[in-house]
């Protein structure tokens, strides 16, 4: 099958208009594409970047249907939307990732599931659905945490345990019917790949972040990430080959731990632009966003080499408890851009932006981005 590339002045619909949307839809803007967004909430960050905006719940599948509609390519970001309301999309317009690979990735314990059936190294986990047999897998694994099958991200939807008793307080607490007990890793480092791929096949992989956590919530990120270059090989290779075996079309962010003996596990994936690559607008010729875009308008993927060292620290909504930042402050440092997301409210964990830097090395773009964020904490 041929797939002849998406003309500019073509209309691109986003299912999630929040950060992520945003910046895509502003790479699709520069590359002359209109943008029409769906998201359940009316002041979603994309929703000034796009022609049109659908306020609408995810389950509301006559939505994603009037999204789809005149659409010359409709994708998404964020994995966790009902089955219905995407088949309703991709009947009416391409959808890229295709319906099965999001379903794949929007469940934690059937991602788990297929990716262990399909050789791809995991640590030892095991998938429950009551509180007993979670009880069970805490005394098998010992020290675990507890992760609800849907509906979790930045670390929510997760407790820590170590005693069987904490694991079935857990699964009643999570309130979810099923969830994946993960034994807790000796991580050495954190690293991510992303990988872009095209209807066609042709796929890249960026060369990995190494990224660090705070609670379950990412930090800051940089690249390159220091990885050797057969640990490099090693994480690319298994990028590509999970993005084409769940035959991705547009992005897909593998995370993955080292551990301690130089091993390398994958933790999830997910199936559009990750933070873990904020920072590619500065260290490739080609940022995720606009690749995303690329990858579903069939037109040539663009470089992914590292042109410069670059860093990325979240700003989470906490930053804002005594007002918003005094944004000059960071901005004082050589090299850092703030990127803000536009959100009106912020709460504790929100993300509400990121800062980023290049430097000379990954080290001095780390430094310039930690620096900046300790000039607005203080
Ligand atoms: P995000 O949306 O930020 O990707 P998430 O809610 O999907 O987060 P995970 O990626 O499962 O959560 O976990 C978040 C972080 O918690 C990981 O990046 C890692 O730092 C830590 N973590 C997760 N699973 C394990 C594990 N089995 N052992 C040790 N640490 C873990
Ligand atoms: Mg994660």
């Known amino acids: 099958m041929t797939h ?10 986003f299912l999630g208009g929040g950060q992520l949307g945003r910046m895509t839809a502003m790479a699709a803007r520069t ?29 509301d599948a006559d939505a994603a249907a009037r999204l789809a509609t005149g659409c010359a390519a409709v994708t998404l970001e964020i994995e966790q939307i009902p089955r219905a309301s995407l088949e309703a999309a991709a009947k009416l317009a391409p959808l890229s990732p295709s319906v099965e690979a999001v379903y794949v990735v929007q469940d934690r314990a059937r991602q788990k599931a297929w990716l262990g059936s399909n050789g791809f190294p995991l640590g030892p986990f095991r ?50 019917p099923v969830c994946v007990v993960e034994g807790f890793l000796d991580i050495a480092t954190e690293l991510s ?6 209807a066609d096949g042709v796929a890249v992989a960026y060369p990995t972040s190494r990224n660090v956590h705070t609670g379950g919530v990412l930090t800051w990120a940089v690249t390159p990430s220091g990885a050797d270059a057969s640990l490099e090989s ?5 990028a590509l080959g999970i993005g084409e075996q769940l ?20 933790n999830e994936l997910a199936p559009r632009p990750h933070n873990t690559f904020h920072h590619s607008e500065r260290a490739h010729p080609t940022s995720q966003f606009e690749q995303l875009v690329r990858a579903i308008c069939h037109l040539p993927l663009g470089a992914v080499d590292v042109v410069r060292p670059a860093a990325i620290h979240n700003l989470l ?29 912020s709460r504790p964990g929100r993300k509400m932006g990121h800062l980023s830097a290049d430097g000379a090395t990954p080290e001095e773009a780390l430094d310039r981005v930690l620096s900046a964020y300790r000039a607005l904490t203080i």
């Open 317 to 345: 909504g906490e930053l804002w408890q005594r007002g918003a930042p005094d944004f000059g402050k960071a901005l004082a440092v050589p090299g850092v851009r703030v990127h803000l997301y536009g959100k009106k409210e």
């Open 31 to 59: 590359l002359g594409y209109e943008v029409r967004v769906l998201d359940p909430e009316r002041d979603c960050p994309a929703r000034y970047l796009a022609n049109e905006t659908i306020t609408a719940p995810w389950d």
């Open 4 to 13: 002849a590339p998406v003309p500019p002045g073509a209309t691109i619909g």
């Open 247 to 266: 035959g991705i079309v547009g992005l897909l962010a593998v995370e993955l731990f080292v551990l301690q003996d130089g091993s390398l596990l994958v």
């Open 127 to 176: 998938i429950v659905g009551d509180a007993t047999t979670t009880g069970d897998a805490v005394a098998t694994l010992g020290k675990s945490i507890v992760k609800s099958a849907m509906g979790g991200y930045d670390g929510r939807g997760q407790v820590r345990v170590t005693r069987p008793d904490e694991g079935r307080a857990a699964f009643e607490s999570l309130r979810a």
């Open 234 to 238: 090693q994480a690319q290779a298994l």
């Open 193 to 198: 790949v992303l990988v872009a791929r095209r």
